[in-house]
Each structure stands twice: as C-alpha cells, then as structure tokens.
C-alpha cells in the first residue's frame, strides 16, 4: 500500500518525464536550423561557460556518460568542438567550442528567448519558481545514496 506522497511523488515522476519529451521536441525543432540536436545543444550551451571534459559534461547534466561521449563525437565530426590538452588528466581532454558552434549558439540563443517569453506567460511568476525549488531539492535527495 503506498502512501499518499509516495503516489504524488511517482505522479511528479510521469509529469517530469512528460515535460522532458516536450523540452526536447520543442529543442530540437529551436535547433533543427542550425543543423543540431536538443541533445547537442545541451552539450554546447555547458561548454559555453568554459572547457570541460565529457565526464564534467554528463555530470553536471545528470546523462550517462556513453550518451554525451557520442553526441560529442558527433560535435568534434561536425566542427562544433575542439579539444584542447587537459593538465589534470591526459587522458580526458578538456572540450571547447568553435567559433562554427559560437555562432550556432547566439542564433539559438534569440529563438529560445523568444519561446521561453511565449510558454513562460501561459504559468505564474510564483509557480515557475515553486517548481525550480522544488526539482533542484528532488535531484539533490534522489543522488543521495539509498540502501535497497
């Protein structure tokens, strides 16, 4: 028998899910102009504030590893990303944007503006940031380790 939380909470659950599918259509048609993916862009707008390793990437983004080590792949084949000699681990190399990726980026940036002023006035002030607390609380209590 489940507790009433625990059932709200597996409905946040299918709600975030649900809102994910939609972020990442509306993103991929925000970048299908500019030749990316959501998944792309996602990789692209980390790098923008400085060069990371695809580790830092997935991390920070909560991916799995494999998945952004592909998109980057992908991004290296097509000139969005350089790489450049990382000092902590020879191994990792950091990634950088190209001035191809740059471009894409401030392109993109006018678009997302323009649809973020559009969905952001379908809900309140008040709600968005309600629901900003509360997912960055949810991601900081599902990444504590729990016994099975």
Known sequence: MWSPRAETFTRVIDAVFACNGGFLAAGDALTEPVGLTAAQWQVLGFLEHGPATTADVARRRGLRRQSVQETVNRLLRNGMLDRLPNPADARA?????TRRAKEALRELG????????????EVSQEDLETTLRTLRRL?????QPRLS
């Open 93 to 97: 190399p950091l990634l950088t944007l």
């Open 110 to 121: 006018v678009a997302q503006v323009e649809w973020a002023e559009d969905v952001a006035a």
């Open 139 to 143: 991601r900081e209590v599902v990444a």
